[in-house]
């Protein structure tokens, strides 16, 4: 029967624990496999309620990704929304803004494999819904608005059925952080023996026929209900008809519409055969707040009733959840204050995206594919630790990339091919290629192993990366190779590009580090590769910066080692393209570390061109390689005032990652 609420004591402790954590460190449901039969699961850590994968019975038998797979793609129309949606491959399809539905009440059909998601909590589906018909399976709906199909003077809806979204015999289906509001008829109707959902964090207001389950004899549907807000709505909030699980937690029912109905004004409803567990809920001025048919069973536990009226229904033993999953309850007295944060469209859900390799892509190609043309906002690849023997191209149309590594260091994750420039010039010998502005790559290892000594080729320049793009950001990566490890570019001489590079290693023996690419490596290692020579073993860097660009190569609080014989590596060359005199080189190495094995003379001609008519100079370099001689030009300490990583990296939008370590 009836659980009475806790004393005025109890209560206040948990409401203070609820400020004093935020409101954000208790758990929710955290999904796991199913026990076996009897055996109770092994209780999970708090889940994130921001996480992109879903929990309780949609967690279930293989799961529920969605779009995960699939390409990313934004709409902000309905033609769009209907093509995407109806797609027979995967996609993520993003909703930004409100759309219109046309004609008055049209519902979108979704296929499999679909997430739509709002973007921030802006995105909303007006005078319209989203139906799946039987079979549709591998499904998430999130943080959108679904509003206003309501008819004045209609409150029944008998002659109307524009639901916010409809079910008919699907399976594994996830609808999260959404918030209905005044639909005809059921705002989320889940019908026809669907199988494996979950609904959480939504809002369901301002309704008639609220959210109802079942519509067949088959006692089939296994459904969580948890975190869900009703407030304003009448009926079926939910009423589960013939569902073999539907386990409710941590919902809120509060301010019922009230018509004087002595019958269908109520709050959950365990009908037919239904097999339904209540936990840790609030009920607050509800009539009938839970109530079971005859033929039904009602497991009811720790919930808070306030104001209510008749029925308390609780009988049969129902089943136990946790046969099934592992999830933990946030305690009753906490839930109106959690609800009414967290649930319905959240500001930082649909932002960034997250594309998963493996887990959502198989090679690291395939999720920059799955990058929209045009991406205008953060999409990170998170790729998981192993080798993944590829080459990657993130062209120059698919912008805002984090390319992260998941290890726990970044030789966990490597990205490496062995093609040298005999065969594809030097821009195809890159086992990656970063064509586009604002990518940042973090906690990752690229590599090209080529073994230039077991081969005798004319182009034995074998790159790990080139970039072209515009702001483009390493941090704590490495990159390995001999011959032109790292080239930092730009699309054509006098357009300026910038790199920065930090907490990072380097290493190569000839041209390792060149480019024109305006490029700052800071707090690194960089490792001069020995070639076996007693004269000398190679060049660290070829810069081939415009003339009218002040800005190319500042190496600056790092450390160049090597085990090269000392006095047997240059630090550079002017690298001249083609021969083009106006690519001129600029070189500043500062506060930095140099080894024994950097020549006294460290500067050298290149292609005909002399190293003297370049911009080569240092600062305040120490070690056993770093002694003044006439071959080394010192930069003064007062034009060394304008050549900081600032003034490097600002350009004219006044770009500065440095400053946010």
Request: charged residues 20%; hydrophobic residues 35%.
């Amino acid at each position: 029967m009836s659980r009475p609420g806790r004393p005025r004591t109890a209560l206040a402790a948990v409401l203070g624990l609820v400020a004093a954590l935020g409101l954000g460190a208790m758990g929710d449901a955290h999904a796991a496999p199913p026990a076996k039969p009897g055996t109770p699961a092994k209780p999970g850590p708090a889940a994130d309620r921001w996480t992109d994968r879903p929990h309780g019975f949609a967690s279930l038998a293989g799961g529920t990704t969605g779009g995960a797979g699939g390409k990313v793609v934004t709409v902000t129309d309905q033609a769009a929304l209907a093509k995407y949606a109806a797609a027979e491959e995967p996609y993520v399809i993003r909703v930004k803004g409100a759309l219109e539905m046309e004609p008055f009440g049209r519902e979108i059909a979704v296929a499999s494999d679909k997430t739509i998601i709002g973007v921030s909590d802006t995105a909303e589906i007006v005078h319209g819904g989203f139906t799946l018909d039987p079979g549709t399976h591998n499904v998430v709906i999130r943080n959108l608005t679904i509003r206003d199909t309501a008819i004045d003077g209609n409150w029944d809806c008998k002659d109307t059925d524009y639901d916010g979204i409809r079910l008919d015999t699907a399976h594994h289906v996830w609808i999260d952080h959404i918030r209905f509001s005044r639909i005809c008829d059921g705002q989320l109707d889940i019908r026809k023996d669907s199988e494996y959902v979950t609904v959480s964090y939504n809002q369901f207001t301002d309704n008639n026929k609220t959210f109802g389950i079942g519509w067949t004899p088959n006692v089939t549907t296994q459904i969580t209900v948890d975190h869900n807000w009703f407030r304003a709505t009448k009926q079926r909030n939910p009423s589960a008809d013939n569902c073999a699980y539907a386990h409710l937690y941590n919902n809120y029912l509060s301010a019922q519409l009230s018509d004087g109905d002595p019958v269908w004004t109520y709050g959950n409803w365990s009908r037919g055969r239904t097999k339904m567990v209540i936990e840790n809920s609030f009920y607050d001025g509800v009539q009938h707040p839970y109530q079971a048919d005859a033929t039904a069973e009602l497991v009811q536990r720790g919930s808070i009733l306030r104001n209510t009226t008749g029925r308390h229904d609780a009988w049969g033993t129902a089943f136990d959840p946790r046969e099934f999953y592992a999830y933990r309850l946030d305690p009753a007295a906490a839930v109106p204050a959690l609800v009414k944060r967290f649930s319905g469209p959240q500001q930082r859900i649909g932002g960034p995206v997250t594309l998963h390799v493996p887990g959502d892509h198989p090679t690291v190609q395939a999720a920059v594919d799955a990058v929209p043309e045009g991406n205008d906002t953060p999409i990170t690849i998170a790729v998981a630790p192993g080798t993944y023997r590829e080459k990657v191209f993130i062209p120059a149309s698919k912008p805002n990339i984090l390319l992260r590594g998941t290890g726990r260091d970044r030789s966990d994750t490597v990205i490496v091919f062995d093609t040298p420039a005999e065969y594809g010039g030097s821009t195809g010998s890159a086992t990656v290629r970063i064509a586009a502005n604002d990518v940042t790559a973090r906690n990752l290892t690229f590599s090209n192993d080529f073994d230039e000594a077991a081969h005798e080729l004319k182009g034995e320049q074998a790159l790990a990366m080139k970039t072209t793009g515009d702001r483009i950001v390493f941090e704590d990566t490495a990159f390995l190779g001999n011959q032109d490890t790292l080239m930092t570019d730009s699309p054509k001489l006098t357009t300026v590009s910038r790199v920065y590079v930090r907490d990072s290693y380097i290493e190569g023996d000839v041209d390792f580090v060149y480019g024109r690419a305006t490029t700052v490596i800071e707090r690194s290692v960089i490792r001069a590769l020995s070639r076996g020579s007693d004269s000398n073993n190679g060049y660290i860097t070829a810069a081939s910066t415009w003339k009218g660009n002040p800005y190319g190569f500042l190496i600056t609080r790092s450390k160049i080692v090597s085990d090269a014989p000392a006095g047997t590596y240059h630090l550079g060359r002017p690298w001249h393209p083609g021969g083009e005199p106006d690519a001129v080189a600029q070189v500043l190495i500062r506060d930095t570390r140099l080894p024994a094995a950097v020549k006294s003379s460290p500067w050298t001609d290149m292609s005909g061109f002399s190293w003297k008519d370049a911009r080569f100079t240092e600062h305040r370099n120490y070690g056993p390689g770093a002694t003044v001689t006439a071959d080394r030009p010192q930069m003064s300490d007062r034009d060394a005032r304008s050549h900081t990583v600032t003034a490097y990296l600002e350009g004219i939008d006044g770009w500065a990652p440095h400053t946010r370590h």
